[in-house]
């Protein structure tokens, strides 16, 4: 039973503002003593942001690490990056147990052994459908479609009332390969009273419903077999239905598969292990590649977001050791680029096509669908469920103000748009935002998490903006130049615009300086490198118009 004091809140961490990095928080009890649960413990990406030598971004998750003692589980709703990818990372400062699925787990366990050092994660397995008890919350998983096998949203029950937080999730009743997002199951939630939806708003900008995975697995199959030459087909690595569809087209028309990149071998060797992958011919190893006849092969590529290190870029510069294409042979890019890849997938397609390779895109054929509800399939979830309380989730704020919008028209009565950091009250009394905990983002650097206040990214800004000029001067106690200064630049331009080194001038405007300066103020290091300082940078500028970096250093010789 709930106790007067006892409060249901959702406190959500990442996810709410970006389309990745995807943490949230349920929290029951009074103020000052709630339990919580963790649902998902996701990446982002650092690429569309200004983010020098930064890869992957993580949910700040100081709150629920300062509460860890308060925190019951952790619960991953399915495997995409932008779920599991911060969880090896971050697991340590949590060490609660963590539930998910087993194609989940093999994933994040073959993560892990690739990773040296990586924490010994407390994985505990749940079958789809299975119901969890964990203090006051109830959690069952209930099997979504979605673009990757073993994707689940959680019905959570607590003493004040049943929340459905839906993940990731489309409508689809010819998935190809993994569940089915269950009408009568989700319509019996509704009946039982959903108290609150916090769903998916990646697709809410798009009218109708998606296309099956198997209208596409139809299509790709028709271009593997009139396709001349070779084949090769990009997707992203952990969509085992596109594996398995290309696979099985494939066969058909007597081609053999090759599969090409890291996270592809690892997401196969997990698929296989739970069946995924079952009753197709054996995968040929990417040595073979060269010696197979042109119309007897496809490849599977990973690489479809235009990473430069991967697979379809290597192969696209004609670097790669095993797999080359020739003119004539055709790409399908089954896959659309994620907002800020746009570039990198656009610079790949142009190399491909001046090279004479056929590329193909979603922009003219039907080779991909998203895993995400477009508005008709958000207003049947509405219908089924009847929720009490929306909130929208998964979004960036465009996506999610627009879900917002179309909650309240689906006849929701009490929307709520949170963001990273609100904590809203679901129950008692109406919904809302009751307070605002610390949220961000940090940022894996190297081997390092560092957080986004670090002085490290602004400085590597301005250095990559206008370089860095060095001054060493040496200075004995009587305040005598001992030898010349010794300066070093970086990132600026060799000559001015009247064609004069900027070494020269940097160096002449160092002497004149210094000989300006009087020998009692020489004896101050610090003066000197302040007058030095100003001076190269006022006097780079002037020729630039740009202000360098610039570091002295003064040594007392
Ligand atoms: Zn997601
Ligand atoms: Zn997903």
Not at 230 to 253: K, L, M, P
């Amino acid at each position: 039973m709930a106790s007067q004091q006892d409060e249901l809140v959702f406190l959500p961490l990442g996810g709410l503002g970006e389309i990745g990095m995807n943490a949230a928080l349920y929290g029951f009890g009074p103020e000052e003593d709630r339990q919580w649960i963790l649902v998902d413990c996701g990446m982002g990406f650092g690429s569309e942001e200004n983010l020098p030598g930064i890869d992957l971004v993580y949910p700040d998750l100081r709150f629920i690490e300062e509460e860890r003692h308060n925190l019951l589980g952790i619960f991953i709703t399915h495997a995409h990056e932008d779920h599991i990818g911060a969880l090896v990372e971050m697991w340590p400062r949590l060490r609660a147990p963590v539930y998910a699925t087993k194609f989940a787990i093999g994933l994040l366990e073959t993560r892990r052994l690739s990773e040296p050092n990586a924490p010994k994660v407390d994985l505990n397995e749940i079958v789809p459908g299975q119901r969890l008890k964990l203090g006051p919350f109830e959690i069952e998983y209930v099997p979504v479609a979605h673009s990757i096998p073993e994707s689940n949203a959680l019905a959570i029950r607590t003493p004040h009332g049943l929340v459905v937080h839906t993940g990731d999730w489309k409508l689809d009743s010819t998935p190809y390969l993994g569940s089915l997002t269950s009408e009568e199951t989700f319509r019996a939630l509704g009946d039982e009273g959903v108290l609150a939806l916090v769903c998916d708003s990646t697709n809410v900008v798009r009218e109708g419903t998606s296309p099956s995975e198997a209208d596409v697995s139809r299509n790709l199959a028709k271009l593997i077999e009139d396709a001349p030459h070779r084949v090769a087909v990009t997707t992203f690595a952990s969509n085992v239905a596109r594996i398995r569809s290309v696979a099985e087209a494939a066969r058909e028309c007597g081609r053999e598969v090759v599969v090409v990149g890291r996270a592809m071998d690892r997401v196969v060797e997990v698929a296989k292990e739970c069946g995924y992958l079952d009753d197709l011919p054996e995968f040929r190893s990417t040595e073979n590649f060269g010696y197979m006849p042109r119309d007897k092969v496809v490849a599977i590529l990973t690489g479809s977001q235009g990473e430069p290190r991967a697979a379809l870029a290597r192969i696209a510069q004609d670097e790669h050791p095993d797999i080359a294409l020739s003119a004539g042979d055709r790409v399908i890019f089954s896959s659309r680029a994620i907002p800020g890849n746009e570039k990198a997938v656009g610079a790949i397609i142009n190399g491909l096509i001046e090279r004479g390779i056929e590329v193909i895109t979603d922009r003219t054929e039907l080779v991909h669908v998203s895993g995400h509800p477009r508005r008709g399939e958000l207003a049947q979830m509405y219908q089924w469920t009847r929720p009490r309380i929306a909130i929208p989730a998964h979004g960036e704020p465009l996506h999610l103000s627009e879900h917002a919008k179309f909650a309240r028209q689906q006849g929701v009565k009490e929307v709520v748009q949170a963001k990273n950091g609100t904590l809203v009250r679901l129950a008692p009394g109406p919904a809302e935002i009751i307070d605002n905990i610390p949220a961000g983002r940090l940022y894996k650097d190297g081997n390092i998490v560092i957080g986004a206040g670090e002085r490290a990214l602004p400085e590597r800004r301005k250095l990559a903006f206008a370089g860095i000029v060095t001054v060493a001067i040496a200075i004995d106690d009587r305040g005598e130049l001992v030898g010349d200064p010794v300066i070093d630049a970086m990132g600026l331009p060799d000559k001015n615009r009247q064609g004069r080194e900027m070494a020269d001038i940097i160096a002449d405007t160092v002497a004149d300086l210094l000989d300006g300066l009087p020998k009692a103020k020489r004896r101050d290091s610090e003066a000197v490198e302040n007058a030095v300082h100003r001076a190269v940078r006022a006097a780079v500028n002037q020729e630039w118009g740009k202000k360098p970096a610039c570091h002295v250093l003064v040594i007392e010789a």
